[in-house]
């Protein structure tokens, strides 16, 4: 079927200009970044008359089955392709099954770089003489230092199965913290007060895997706070809860959802106290109603306060997106407690039956490659996609799918480009540049002139409280 005119016009327009757009890796040819010190190695080989790939673990060949990925598109960037199945399977999955992992980490510098699968790229590759290997899990110790936590906490043994097979460092015992070893941490650092007699008018507003959350009042001070209390029996990694706090504690600013204390009942049962906005999840307003373009300019400046802040102290977030900003009644745009929140019960369907897969996520997160705080960037230009077209680009695709468009073609397409501002592409082009060196700072975004646009705080206010009504009704 011929396309119309508009369809051509929107297929030719990207968001970034001719001169940045990414080359796509030869067949013949791939780079691939030194490997971090690794015991084992998966080879796998791609065959570029036929398309084919060689010596893939079946859990892989499984996933590609019902990816929706042609044979056209694995050749053209299959060393992409091996490396979003890494990550998929690894990492994504990984976050899925375990809702304890937390997102906001220190940067850390001069770093090694880790790597997935090395493809061995053949004009015609042989067909494999053994089984394909089973890979385990990806021990965090080969992850990237940029995204360890400020105590990294050994990897956990694998679960013995078949993928007990394949060769796999040995841990450090001595990195992993024991119950009793978090308990006295989390004594140091809490407050040790009974918090039962602090709050008034307790108010179950969320649910999640890790905890429940409830809104309160402190009797004392009359403030508005999130309580989210936590039952650290149910809590995998238990060591990464120290580090959320500590963070949490030393980054206190307007843009961010700040902490306010942390109480410990017994062994069992951890209550973690943050500021309370009733405005909701941003989630709420993108889908629920339309912004204009001084109403998401005024939310980017304000995010990208939050982020100029957290990047100064090296602390990257790696998870922004609508779903982490919370509004206030009065219009205030601030970014969510890095993963103390539960997820809200009136979710988007279409949201809640892809929890975890990173749609706002950098390529360079997607390939597994060396990264910093302008990831963050990269996900706020995402959200700013969001804003406009009410969900993120590729969210209808397969999961797998849709990671490896954001590495192959890294800067989506805008489904009406023409209803935007020049100005406001630009902006969009700044913040969803692939190349990372070019691309835009929390700093230098703050002095764009995208920004002159925004409107009041306040105006968001309208949005916030349509919105409500709107998931109200549908509830009721």
């Not at 307007?254 to 109480?263: G, L, M, R």
């Not at 339309?290 to 602390?315: D, M, P, W």
Request: proline fraction near 7%.
């Amino acid at each position: 079927m011929s396309s119309t005119p508009k369809e051509k016009e929107k297929k030719k327009f990207r968001l970034f200009g001719s001169s940045s757009k990414p080359e796509r890796p030869s067949v013949r040819k791939v780079d691939i970044s030194a490997p971090l010190d690794f015991v084992h190695e998966v080879h796998v080989g791609f065959d570029s008359d036929t398309g084919e790939f060689s010596g893939l673990p079946d859990q892989w060949s499984k996933l590609l089955q019902v990816s929706g990925i042609t044979r056209n598109e694995m050749a053209q960037n299959p060393q992409g392709l091996v490396d979003v199945l890494g990550f998929y399977t690894e990492d994504v999955q990984g976050h899925q099954k375990d809702d304890s992992s937390k997102w906001m980490t220190l940067e850390k510098k001069n770093t090694g770089v880790s790597t997935g699968p090395k493809l061995d790229i053949k004009t015609v590759a042989p067909p494999p003489t053994t089984a394909p290997p089973v890979v385990g899990p990806r021990p965090d110790f080969t992850k990237s230092d940029k995204t360890k936590p400020i105590a990294t906490p050994a990897a956990e043994a694998p679960k013995e199965d078949a993928a007990a097979a394949a060769p796999i460092r040995k841990k450090n015992s001595k990195n992993k913290m024991s119950d009793d070893e978090v308990i006295a941490e989390l004594r140091k650092i809490v407050n040790p007060l009974d918090p039962s007699d602090m709050f008034r008018d307790l108010k179950k507003i969320g649910q999640g895997a890790s905890g429940t959350v409830l809104s309160a009042f402190n009797k004392a001070t009359g403030q508005s706070v999130a309580i989210k209390q936590m039952n650290l029996a149910q809590q995998p990694k238990k060591e990464l809860i120290i580090n959320e706090i500590l963070v949490m504690r030393e980054n206190q600013q307007a843009n961010v959802v700040n902490y306010v204390d942390s109480f410990l009942l017994g062994r069992e049962e951890l209550w973690v106290v943050m500021e309370y906005l009733a405005g909701g999840s941003l989630t709420d307003v993108v889908t629920e109603t339309i912004l204009n373009e001084g109403q998401i300019a005024v939310i980017c400046r304000e995010c990208l306060k939050a982020l100029e802040f957290l990047h100064a102290s090296s602390v990257i977030h790696r998870d922004i997106k609508s779903d982490n900003i919370l509004l206030g009644m009065d219009g205030c745009v601030k970014l969510t407690d890095f993963g103390f929140c539960a997820q809200l019960a009136h979710d988007a369907s279409k949201r809640s039956t892809m929890v975890g897969t990173p749609y706002w996520m950098a390529p360079e997160v997607v390939t597994r490659k060396q990264y910093g705080p302008k990831v963050d960037i990269w996900s706020l230009g995402i959200m700013a996609i969001e804003m406009v077209e009410g969900e993120p680009p590729y969210l209808n695709e397969n999961p797998l799918r849709a990671l490896y468009l954001i590495a192959t073609n890294g800067t989506p397409e805008l489904q009406h480009p023409e209803n935007l501002s020049d100005v406001f592409k630009d902006f969009l082009c700044r913040a969803l540049e692939m190349n990372v060196d070019k691309r835009a700072s929390a700093s230098e975004l703050l002095k764009h002139d995208f920004l002159l646009k925004a409107s009041p705080g306040s105006s968001l206010v309208p949005l916030i409280k349509a919105a409500k009504q709107a998931i109200a009704s549908a509830e009721g």
